[in-house]
T-cell receptor, first 114, second 110 residues
Framework: DAGVIQSPRHEVTEMGQEVTLRCKPI?????LFWYRQTMMRGLELLIY????????DSGMPEDRFSAKMPNASFSTLKIQPSEPRDSAVYFC????????????FGPGTRLTVL | GIQVEQSPPDLILQEGANSTLRCNFS?????LQWFHQNPWGQLINLFY???GTKQNGRLSATTVATERYSLLYISSSQTTDSGVYFC????????????FGKGTKLTVNP
């Protein structure tokens, strides 16, 4: 998982509740990505940051979703209010600084919204 | 946007068999990667292969960028190779967004 810590690993919540997913990357990266995986849509990018600045948030489904990266060591993805269709696995990924543009994925957070 | 097609969608093998997985892109891509998603859901990097051929043990990959396809070869398959194999690429133009195929689900039986 290339030194990406995601928490929680599993989250079960009820519709309408606020959900916050967290990603703690190792140092030395310059881009951080949030992806979502569902059976229907597969793996898709929600948003990514470069040097802590949001670059492309076109994949964020709607205003209920928001993401922040207050510093290089921490990012959050928030869903408020959550809905059953938000149930998915959410991955945080890194692009490590260097000559290659390879992305490495964290272990993911499995979210279930009842 | 770019389309990524993977084939076959499902593959069942006996242990020891060889296989070839294919990934076609509708447009030129940069930063082509192959991943293995194991039964626990982890996405494991296999190859970063924008062009050329690479080998890592029983696995190898070839990307022909001019023809917009990539192949993943698995030789002497083992039950631990089971899972879903994804290819993904970044569209040319400056974005870092990885676009994924739908995957090939591989089952290796003992």
């Amino acid at each position: 998982d290339a030194g990406v810590i995601q928490s929680p690993r599993h989250e079960v919540t009820e519709m309408g509740q606020e959900v916050t997913l967290r990603c703690k990357p190792i140092s030395g990266h310059n881009s951080l990505f949030w992806y979502r995986q569902t059976m229907m849509r597969g793996l898709e990018l929600l948003i990514y940051f470069n040097n802590n600045v949001p670059i492309d948030d076109s994949g964020m489904p709607e205003d209920r979703f928001s993401a922040k990266m207050p510093n290089a060591s921490f990012s959050t993805l928030k869903i408020q209010p959550s809905e059953p269709r938000d149930s998915a696995v959410y991955f945080c990924a890194l692009h490590l600084a260097g000559i290659y543009n390879e992305q490495f994925f964290g272990p993911g957070t499995r979210l279930t919204v009842l | 946007g770019i389309q990524v097609e993977q084939s076959p969608p499902d593959l069942i093998l006996q242990e020891g068999a060889n296989s070839t997985l294919r990934c076609n892109f509708s447009d030129s891509v940069n930063n082509l990667q192959w991943f293995h998603q194991n039964p626990w859901g982890q996405l494991i990097n296999l190859f970063y292969i924008p062009s050329g051929t690479k080998q890592n043990g029983r696995l190898s990959a070839t990307t022909v960028a001019t023809e917009r396809y990539s192949l993943l070869y698995i030789s002497s398959s083992q039950t631990t190779d089971s899972g879903v194999y994804f290819c993904a690429g970044v569209t040319q133009g400056g974005s870092e967004k990885l676009v994924f195929g739908k995957g090939t689900k591989l089952t290796v039986n003992p």
